[in-house]
């Protein structure tokens, strides 16, 4: 592949990063007592072959993707750009420790700090930089409400990329700030189902007056990404290679409880949606359990109206809705299922990361599900004991959180995911108050 002008930006410039920032990021597939089952073929459901996966991603996220070994080292220039806001805060939540009346001592890890206000640029930035490394020009994604878009086409900025995001139809609608978000970093955004793909059209046919789904939106990206072969496809869930970029959440919460004192939290608690900022947050504690017999409990938080993990099927099934992605073995509503429009768009997806699937299938990991009304509360209760008014996302995790800190007896030591901030969703509260 050819070096375009554009790679001149991936040179670290040498500036100095704080020392908290993970130089490698973590990978639970060394410590698994059993293997994550491969992705499979969908034609010969085979395992993958890395040619198979060659006209969409960059080589060296096809090695990521099914790598063995402990530790990946973060390239410098990816490290120089999570420098800008990482390490992110680990903030004890003494004001709702105080509002909840818990013995618990509870702790919060937030990534709301990032430029786009979650945890997607730290898989955004690393994605975009390989690419660009390879030569690629132009990445094509689908996003729900709006924050991988975001992510990516804040990464694109940085490093010099083409983005073109399909935009579930529900939050193009309902969430325009996002759009503009996108644009403003240089990204393009339509609506999916669109008319500009076959799948796109297809599914406009099919479903008329849909509010669309990230499935579909998956469709139409790959679609695009695998006629051009300077285009490449970028995810920002589900993958293995995903869930290792997000790893420098829990390495830093780790080094970060250890310093506030307590280094073995009694449980941490994750928002759920393809599983990305869950696994990022709890990977390194499973990793830890697995190697040192702590016994940290881990708790994916997940809509009741989007249930894959507490209700879903444990089997193989397409990430999208037209069956042109990889067959992955995970915790599925099955690829048609469409979820209801919720205020958490980000975790609307009918499949779950096979490695969290994994995690939880072998019983590392637990879950639950959590409706909308309780999640939005939680929410609330936090915003006005803590300032941050959280995501609609991540109110899941806050909202697992107080229900088991409102039991305690003891003082336990709780972790909440706060994996976004909701300044940009602030309508899902207007129509909840
Ligand atoms: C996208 C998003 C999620 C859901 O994605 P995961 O891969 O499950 O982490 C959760 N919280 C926020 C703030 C998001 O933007």
Known sequence: MTTTPLNRSLEPLGV???????????????????????????????PLGPEDLAPLFPMSLIMQEVATERYIEIPETVREIYGMWRPSPLVRAHRLERALGTPAR??????????????????????????????????????????????????????????EVWQVRSSF???PYRRIQMEAYGGICHPSPSDLTEAGRALLKSHPGTSGSLGMAISEAVEVAAQDPNTHYSLGS??????????????????????????????????????????????PFLGRNLREGTKTRLVACEPSACPS???GEYRYDFGDVAG?????????????????????????????????????????????AVGQDEALQAGLVFARAEGIIPAPESTHAVAGAIAHARNATEPE???????????LDLPAYSQYV
């Open 106 to 163: 509870i702790y919060y890890k937030y990534e709301g700090v990032s430029p786009v206000g979650s945890h997607k640029p730290n898989t955004a930035v690393a994605q975009a930089y390989y690419n660009a490394l390879e030569g690629t020009t132009k990445l094509t994604t689908e996003t729900g409400a709006g924050q991988w878009g975001a992510s990516l086409s804040f990464a694109g900025a940085l490093l010099g990329l083409e983005v």
């Open 173 to 175: 609608d309902s969430k």
């Open 16 to 46: 100095s990063i704080p020392s908290k920032v993970p130089t490698h990021w973590y990978n639970l597939a060394a410590d698994l007592p059993e293997p994550v089952p491969p992705h499979l073929h969908p034609g010969t459901r085979e």
């Open 309 to 311: 993990l507490t209700e």
């Open 238 to 283: 589900v993958l293995n290679h995903v869930m290792l970029h997000q790893t420098v959440i829990g390495q830093e919460a780790m080094v970060q409880l250890e310093e506030a004192g307590d280094a073995v939290p009694d449980i941490v608690f994750g928002c759920a949606g393809g599983g990305s900022n869950l696994a990022g947050l709890t990977f």
């Open 413 to 423: 030591v709780i972790v909440i995911g706060l994996s976004g901030n909701g300044q």
């Open 324 to 368: 042109l992605t990889p067959l992955l073995k995970m915790h599925t509503l099955g690829k048609d299922f469409v979820p209801p429009a919720i205020h958490a768009g980000g975790l609307r997806y009918h499949g779950m990361s096979p490695m969290v699937s994994h995690a939880v299938n072998l019983g590392l990991m637990d879950a639950i």
